[in-house]
């Protein structure tokens, strides 16, 4: 009987440990999947900037092209009022 209870005691001992072991692998899990969304978080802000970007660029691209055009055709007004709405976006985008 004093064997069985030794036994007992032994495996609850070593189930304790085991509790412990998976705990502490739960912990580094969630510390694991806390990192990685806040690198997702970080990402998506930097996709979203990038995108900014890209839209803010092309808009800046047509109108070029569309000045460029202008003054082609000779439509100087068109080139004043196209070139004015091009310094419009730049400053608002910060680049001037």
Do not use: P, W, Y
Request: charged content about 30%.
């Amino acid at each position: 009987m004093t064997a069985r209870f030794k036994r007992l005691k032994t495996e609850m001992a070593e189930i304790s440990i085991e509790q412990q072991v998976i705990k502490e692998g739960q912990r580094q899990v969630r510390t694991k999947i806390e990192d990685i969304n806040e690198e997702c978080e970080q990402l998506r802000e930097e996709t979203k900037q990038i995108i900014q970007q890209s839209a803010n660029t092309q808009i800046r691209l047509a109108l070029m092209f569309n000045i460029l055009k202008a003054r082609e055709e000779g439509d100087f007004a068109k080139t004043r009022q196209l070139t004015q709405l091009l310094r419009a976006v730049m400053a608002h985008s910060g680049i001037i």
